[in-house]
T-cell receptor
């Protein structure tokens, strides 16, 4: 499968715990994006990387959230001290570095914070 | 503020009929639009895109129409099939690279 992959697919955690999600983009794509989607809503942009550089962050990305892409390939999204309001689907997408190019999404990681 | 929205939250069509899903946007600076299909428990799947210098683009069984005068986007699906049942999102890029999604329209195809 040459598409975007995300792990884990599901995560249940207790409030206050830290969680980390991984995204592997399509191999030749140098842009990587993180979105969050709550039930019944469209995805909301969180942050994006071009290669290893994090170039844009949404106001939704609180201090408890951190994303990395150390080698310009896979990316991790960590949420510290999780809250029930963090429960959502976390989606990763990747694209080529041309303005307006298509973003291809992974299957997402569904997080449930108890 | 600027937003992308959908006229109808749900749409029910009979198998074989054509479907039309509408989307309004408010930012006249938006220059790239995409339609995504999302099935339950899956990530959004790219369907078709269109740039602001075009008013129509066709794919396999799908057509996107862009009316910049009234800031309206539509997705037409020909000969709708049960496998087309999903939530459809329009999304725009008006600056930077972040996609701005609407809330989605749920399409239900009945036999």
């Amino acid at each position: 499968d040459t598409g975007v992959s995300q792990n884990p697919r599901h995560k249940i955690t207790k409030r206050g715990q830290n969680v980390t999600f991984r995204c592997d983009p399509i191999s030749e794509h140098n842009r990587l994006y993180w979105y969050r989607q709550t039930l019944g809503q469209g995805p909301e942009f969180l942050t994006y990387f071009q290669n290893e550089a994090q170039l844009e962050k949404s106001r939704l990305l609180s201090d408890r959230f951190s994303a990395e892409r150390p080698k310009g390939s896979f990316s991790t999204l960590e949420i510290q001290r999780t809250e029930q309001g963090d429960s959502a689907m976390y989606l990763c997408a990747s694209s080529l570095a041309t303005l307006g190019e298509t973003q291809y999404f992974g299957p997402g990681t569904r997080l449930l914070v108890l | 503020g600027e937003s992308v929205g959908l006229h109808l939250p749900t749409l029910s069509v009979q198998e074989g009929d054509n479907s039309i899903i509408n989307c309004a946007y408010s930012n006249s600076a938006s220059d790239y639009f995409i339609w995504y299909k999302q099935e339950s428990g899956k990530g959004p799947q790219f369907i078709i895109d269109i740039r602001s210098n075009m008013d129509k683009r066709q794919g396999q069984r799908v057509t996107v129409l862009l009316n910049k005068t009234v800031k309206h986007l539509s997705l037409q699906i020909a000969a709708t099939q049960p496998g087309d049942s999903a939530v459809y999102f329009c999304a725009e890029i008006n600056s930077g690279y972040a996609l701005n999604f609407g809330k989605g329209t749920s399409l239900l195809v009945t036999p």
